[in-house]
């Protein structure tokens, strides 16, 4: 059974900054892509950033500048450095992880149950 767990969110003010650390546990073969999503008070789910297992970034635009997501292989783990935070930052973050399943000889895509992110004005 694969897990995964967020940590990091918090209350922060306009302008301070949090880092969200996600770690994936249980039997884990391979992991491809890795990403973090947030959704918001009636909003829909969307991604803000996603990361491939050699590295290659991709961000949304709303956040492009002010945050940075990284992973530590070795470490099943993946990282979002955020910056400059804003009242609209405010979200549940997700993260989510597509980890090798051997009985279906594909990556499925796994999520964690989220931490809250709250900036304040």
């Not at 306009?14 to 994936?24: P, Y």
Request: proline fraction near 2%.
């Amino acid at each position: 059974q694969v897990q995964l767990a967020e940590s990091g969110g918090g209350l922060v003010q306009a302008g301070g900054s949090l880092r969200l650390s996600c770690v994936a546990s249980g039997t884990i073969y391979s992991i491809n892509d890795m990403g973090w999503y947030r959704q918001a008070p009636g909003k829909q789910r969307e991604l803000v950033a996603s990361i491939t297992n050699g590295g290659r970034t991709n961000y949304a635009a709303s956040v492009e500048g002010r945050i940075t997501i990284s992973r530590d292989n070795a470490k099943n783990t993946v990282y979002l450095e955020m910056n400059s935070l804003k009242p609209e930052d405010t979200a549940v973050y997700y993260c989510k992880a597509d980890i090798f399943n051997i009985d279906q000889a594909r990556y499925v895509g796994h999520w964690g149950q989220g931490t809250l992110v709250t900036v304040s004005s």
